[in-house]
């Protein structure tokens, strides 16, 4: 099977290359640049052209990419994801030394992750770092590229109820091994050569454990993809690819990628902010549009919240809802909620369903088992600060929120396939 320049491969690449938020936004803007898209800052007055392609960061971990008609347009086709995974972040002061024996990080849980999936993995470091040069505050990219820590299980010897279910303390159990030798400064130390100043140059960081296995294809006809960070850096690839390979002909299109998903998108960079009403506000008025034009363009706009999905679980069928069990390679899941979990409505699902039929690509339809809350997504916040018709999608995968996740190998080139002809509408 043909595998080094399909859709798959090209995700798989992004995710290797994307360990923090902060690099999923590095790899978007490298995207986009190539492509001929503009730079933006909040900072400064904006001027837009019909028929150009721009883009604009907040924080170095969100990142809106849009495409303007050459033509009048009549709305915005917004598609929405996120860059965070659950991780562990590396809190300041980190070392941590027992006797003369070890040097660990201490650490503290980001979003809701699978604890069990971290052990007895390789890991290493990535994220920001904020450093004092020439009287200013410079931020820098880190990605310490090797394998440097483990978080080790306690062996079965020692505990004979391993494997009859654990309740974990992060800040017991899961402080990554650095080095069995006790330095109080090791993990400074290394930073320090990192980034190339010294630790009294360090302001500030923001940097999370990832696990170093990169993403490969596995299944008898490599038809699954394993990888980290597929919720949500599958959907965040997707839409940027589309939005890149897209001609927008009557909407403004607009790809989103959000960041702090995994912690309830409560921040200035999240989907529960005024980055993206405030984006297509300046996009409105810079078009010699008015408040009431922005209202208008709102009610004629459609909005996709692309965060993956729940497939049916080979070893546990039973947690799926009985009549929706989506499956992977299936297509887009269409993702409904009776407690407004998600934002599909009934007339939201009938569009994202006419969308994938005249695409021609498959969609499917989740919701919970009934006796199962379930969790949530960023459409519900964007909607609260823009009134705009929004469907939560998602493509199906198993394991979700574990270091390494399971997906369809097909199922990223449908949704590319659907997002392009939703943008070129």
């Given amino acids: 099977m043909e595998k080094s320049n399909d859709t798959a491969q090209e ?3 992004f995710i290797d290359h994307a360990p923090s938020p902060y690099h999923v936004v590095d790899q978007a803007k490298g995207m986009l640049e190539a492509a001929g898209f503009e730079k933006l800052s909040e900072k400064s007055s904006w001027k837009i052209e019909k028929g150009k392609s721009y883009y604009v960061s907040r924080q170095g971990s969100a990142v809106i990419a849009f495409r303007v008609p050459k033509s009048t347009y009549k709305g915005f086709h917004l598609v929405a994801s996120h860059s965070d995974s659950p991780v562990f972040k590396v809190k300041t002061n980190p070392e941590m030394t027992l006797g003369n024996l070890y040097t660990k990080l201490n650490v503290e849980r980001y979003g809701g992750m699978i604890l069990s999936t971290w052990f007895d993995r390789p890991l290493s470091v990535a994220g920001k770092v904020y450093l004092e040069e020439n009287g200013n505050i410079v931020k820098k990219l880190v990605n310490i590229d090797r394998d440097l820590m483990v978080i080790p299980s306690l062996a079965i010897h020692m505990n004979r109820d391993a494997n009859n279910g654990m309740k974990f303390s992060v800040q017991k159990d899961l402080c990554p091994l650095l080095s069995a030798a006790a330095d109080n400064e090791a993990f400074t130390k290394l930073l320090e050569e990192e980034v190339g100043a010294k630790k009294e140059n360090i302001l500030g960081y923001d940097l999370n454990l990832y696990t170093r296995q990169p993403g490969t294809r596995i299944g008898i006809n490599e038809e699954l993809l394993l990888s980290p960070r597929l919720d949500d850096q599958e959907c965040a690839f997707g839409s940027l690819k589309a939005v890149i390979e897209s001609e927008p002909e009557e909407y403004v299109s607009l790809c989103a990628v959000f960041d702090n998903e995994e912690v309830g998108s409560m921040s200035p960079q999240g989907a529960d902010s005024d980055f993206l009403k405030d984006t297509v506000k300046r996009v409105v008025y810079c078009l010699g549009g008015s408040e009431a034009s922005y209202m208008e363009a709102m009610a004629n706009s459609f909005m996709i919240s692309a965060d993956n999905a729940h497939a049916v679980h080979p070893n546990s069928p ?22 407004q979990k998600y934002t599909t409505s009934a007339y939201a699902g009938s569009v994202m369903k006419k969308l994938c039929r005249e695409a021609g690509v498959p969609c499917q339809v989740f919701h919970n088992h009934s006796d199962s809350m379930g969790g949530g997504t960023l459409g519900k916040y964007s909607a ?23 997906a369809g190998a097909e199922d990223i080139a449908y949704l590319v396939k659907a997002l392009r002809y939703f943008y070129s509408a």
């Fill in 11 to 13: 995700l798989l690449s």
């Fill in 318 to 339: 039973e947690k799926a809802d009985p009549t929706n069990r989506p499956a992977m390679n299936a297509g887009i899941v269409i993702k409904y909620s009776a407690a």
């Fill in 384 to 406: 609260t600060h823009m009134s705009v018709t929004t469907v939560d999608i998602g493509l199906a995968q198993l394991a979700m929120h574990s270091a390494v996740e399971t």
